[in-house]
């Protein structure tokens, strides 16, 4: 089955900074790689996916990139503020499968 | 509007009793899914169902049983409740089955077992 390794677990960036959260994942047959941002007390919420007919997707401060070839997807976040403290993680799941497994999360602190 | 909404939000209760949480969602969606996240934080998927039928059952206890009287609902019922059983369940949901589809999640229900 699909194994998804997340780095780091936790981040600690200045505001304005960026941050940069790594995933690997090993089934080749997964197809769609969301990101999630939990924030305290709250449920995942996702900010921002990618499919694998794409190499790179961006939404305002927030990117994705993916590597198919070396089994690996970044988050990318410019610009960092405050309210994006929150712990993040990455998920990988294949078109035939309705099983998403997750990172194991990524504590990330902005300090204003 | 919430779009996926759990019941109860914190729940404590001794070991061995049984307790159910409830989940609803008002998205029209077709899959519905049960997470369990560990005080580290890891989500670990428990069950999923499509349009009431049951697609996915992880190595979980079979103390544990979701049932779905329609596709718009999935409840999770836990039987002889354990100390190790103490977690966050969020429900989840998705427009359906298909890899590439998004998934919504609840805000999560606290569970301690005392």
């Known amino acids: 089955g699909e194994n998804v390794e997340q780095h780091p677990s936790t981040l600690s960036v200045q505001e304005g900074d960026s941050a940069v959260i790594k995933c690997t994942y090993s089934?080749?047959?997964?197809?769609?790689f969301p990101w999630y941002k939990q924030e305290l007390g709250k449920g995942p919420q996702l900010i921002i996916d990618i499919r694998s007919n794409v190499g790179e997707k961006k939404d305002q401060r927030i990117a994705v990139t993916l590597n198919k070839t070396a089994k690996h997807f970044s988050l990318h976040i410019t610009e960092t503020q405050p309210e994006d403290s929150a712990v993040y993680f990455c998920?990988?799941?294949?078109?035939?499968?309705?099983?998403?497994?997750f990172g194991a999360g990524t504590r990330l602190t902005v300090k204003p | 509007d919430t779009a996926v909404s759990q019941t109860p939000k914190y729940l404590v209760t001794q070991m061995g009793n049984d307790k159910s949480i409830k989940c609803e969602q008002n998205l029209g969606h077709d899959t519905m899914y049960w997470y369990k996240q560990d005080s580290k934080k890891f989500l670990k998927i428990m069950f999923s169902?499509?349009?009431?039928?049951?697609?996915i059952n992880e190595t979980v206890p079979n103390r544990f049983s979701p049932k779905s009287p329609d596709k718009a609902h999935l409840n999770l019922h836990i039987n002889s409740l354990e100390l190790g059983d103490s977690a966050v369940y969020f429900c989840a949901s998705s427009l359906g089955r298909s890899g590439s589809y998004e998934q919504y999640f609840g805000p999560g229900t606290r569970l301690t077992v005392t």
């Open positions: 089934d080749s047959a997964s197809n769609y």
């Open positions: 169902y499509n349009n009431k039928e049951l697609i």
């Open positions: 998920a990988a799941r294949s078109y035939n499968n309705n099983d998403m497994r």
